[in-house]
């Protein structure tokens, strides 16, 4: 049997006495989190704290979780979809040798996986349900007994069927006698240019009834996506955006319409630098009729950053937006705001940890796969930490199972990793990545006996530039050793580490660094220069870390990660 969360939580508390800093006194400063959440959906608890739902595309496990009593400071929960179970790709398959001798590459789910879903408490049965479009295009119901989970596939609904950027509502007045409530969904129809409202069965399994409830000639421009369908005393409200400009609410005495709207915020200049213009997230209610719109700035090559800003409801019964009202500012999302409720600083942090990985008997849920794990290929223990063992054999990265991925947090995120390569096979490959649709790692090159050399060797090297189309698709460019320097080949241990500046209107480089032995302090050396990161859109995710490890000629080697540090 696993052991539930809150075991692997407290074994990591062990492993960290780092105490989060509140945010300043009185003020919060956006953005709530630097770092890649988007797609936010939050929503209450039964135990009064506040949900922030997720994507996580071909990341497993899929729909991170977190929470928070104040807005501000989030914990990790965990995630609301176990393993991606949506499709061969989330497996990261190899290569298949047909008949005829030719090779079909093997499928792979970039840019699939869960993005823009939307999770419900529901007090009648005392579930917790999620429900999502995966690609490619199918709709799927989960629940679990609590946010912990165990989180359970409970349906499907059809195929084609997508409702894409979905909201949930748990309606308390039911729409069929003899039950307790009713749940909609609010969702751009298959991403068409039509919004639906969907009724729900009352175990949530399958579809009563259907209507669209907004069109083209309603909205007045060409789309609108990341819907939430409130219902605020009595009037039913969906929250939902024309991409890149406009955040709209429209309100119904219905949840099937008709529905006038308002826009909450066009074209409002976003608080990052460099970042866009906020339109995407959440209404929540911190207080009693204290309301905040939680929406997020698109800020690449970090990626999509939450930020929050309080809105005031008129006589129209519609909300405004509170912006910047100083000179020079006016209209904009605010830097800072006053504190939605007092701070309740978090006692675990994953923003700036370090994992010595021997205390847990789980991996802490801001550890994530990229596409599904091989199980059988990775371990902790309490003598060697997390063991890697590699789980592909290819010379591609982005077809390497198990490379296991960190958000980075912050605007000069750095990470650092200490690995023993005691035990690398001939061919393989494992470092520290910055990693997304174009990545780069510093690591070793465990080089096989060749013409020129009677013996193994050990190369540090800088990979640089890994590509694959940022929509998903094929690898573009391998990528290639940018520097190296060889060690002695029983080197039994090396440090790396990778920083960034991941700020929108920053350098976007990334350095990379070595250190031979076991010392924990020391000077890394430099190796490979500076790496442009990648700010394109398309990928929706930005960079992260990546614990890289794959074999490119037989498997049977492994890296044990001794410590893993992020600050
Ligand atoms: C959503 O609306 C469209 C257009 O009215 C319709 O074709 C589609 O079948 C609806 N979706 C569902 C799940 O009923
Ligand atoms: C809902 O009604 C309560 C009580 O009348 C009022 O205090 C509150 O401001 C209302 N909330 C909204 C969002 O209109
Ligand atoms: C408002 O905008 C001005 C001018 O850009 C800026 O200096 C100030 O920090 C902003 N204030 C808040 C509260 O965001
Ligand atoms: C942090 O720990 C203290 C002492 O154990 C506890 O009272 C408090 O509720 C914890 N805070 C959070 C946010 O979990
Ligand atoms: C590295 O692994 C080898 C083989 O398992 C072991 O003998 C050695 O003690 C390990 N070194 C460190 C620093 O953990
Ligand atoms: C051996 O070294 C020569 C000269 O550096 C180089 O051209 C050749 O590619 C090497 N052969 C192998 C198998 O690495
Ligand atoms: C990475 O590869 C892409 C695609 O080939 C290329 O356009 C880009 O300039 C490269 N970036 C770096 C930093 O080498």
Known sequence: MKPTLLTALAATFLTSQTQVSAQAQDKFTNPILY??????????????????????????????????????????????????TFGNGYDLPPPTVNDDGTVTPGERAYRGGTWASSMRYRPSDGLWYWIGCTNFWNTWVYTAPAP???????????????????????????????????????????????????????????????????????????????NRLYKINGTYYILNDHPGSTAYVWKSDSPWGPYEAKALADQVPGPVPGGGVPHQ???VEAA?????????????????????APVVWGEDGFPTLVTNTSAGGEGSWGVSYPLPLP?????????????????????????????????????????????????????????????????????????????????LA???????????????????????????????????????????????????????????????????????????????????LATFGYRVGVEEGGEFTALGGEYELYTGWAFFLGYRFALVNYATQALGGSVDVLRFATE
């Open 343 to 423: 701070s309740q600083p978090l006692n675990y942090t994953w923003t700036s940890n370090s994992y010595d990985f021997t205390a847990l008997s789980e991996l802490p849920p801001a550890f994530e796969w990229n596409h599904n794990p091989d199980e059988s290929s990775y371990a902790l223990s309490a003598e060697a930490g997390l063991t890697l063992s590699t789980a592909t054999v290819t010379d591609d990265l982005y077809s390497a199972r198990n490379t296991l991925t960190h958000r980075a947090y912050g605007e000069f995120p750095a990470a650092t990793a200490w690995l023993n390569i005691s035990q």
């Open 148 to 226: 912990e989970g165990p989180w359970e596939q409970v349906a499907w609904l059809g195929n084609e069927e997508c409702f894409y950027d979905n909201g949930l509502l748990v309606d308390d007045v039911p729409a069929a006698e003899g039950e307790e409530d009713t749940l909609y969904v609010v969702y751009t129809w298959s991403g068409q240019s039509v919004v639906n409202v969907t009724q729900l069965a009352a175990d949530g399994k399958s579809i009563v009834r259907t209507e669209t409830v907004l069109t083209p000639a309603d909205v007045g421009v060409d789309g609108l996506e990341g």
């Open 288 to 308: 009693p009729g204290e309301w905040y719109f939680m929406s997020f700035t698109w800020a690449y090559p970090g990626g999509r950053l939450p930020v929050l």
């Open 35 to 84: 770092s890649d959440f988007p797609d936010n959906d939050i929503s209450p608890g039964p135990d009064g704290a506040f949900y922030f739902l997720s994507s996580n595309f071909h990341y497993s496990p899929g729909a991170p979780l977190l929470r928070s009593h104040d807005l501000i400071n989030w914990e990790w929960v965990g995630h609301t979809v176990p393993r991606l």
């Open 281 to 283: 997230g959440s209404l």
């Open 426 to 508: 001939d061919g393989d490959r494992a470092g520290l990545a910055v990693f997304r649709d174009r990545s780069s790692y510093i690591g070793v090159h465990k080089l096989p006996a060749d013409g020129n050399n009677t013996e193994s060797r050990l190369e540090v090297v800088t990979w640089f530039n890994a590509t694959i189309d940022e929509y998903g698709g094929a690898t573009l460019d391998l990528g290639a050793v940018t520097d190296s320097v060889e060690i002695p080949v029983d080197t039994e241990s090396v440090w790396f580490r990778v920083g960034m500046d991941a700020r929108a209107d920053g350098t976007h």
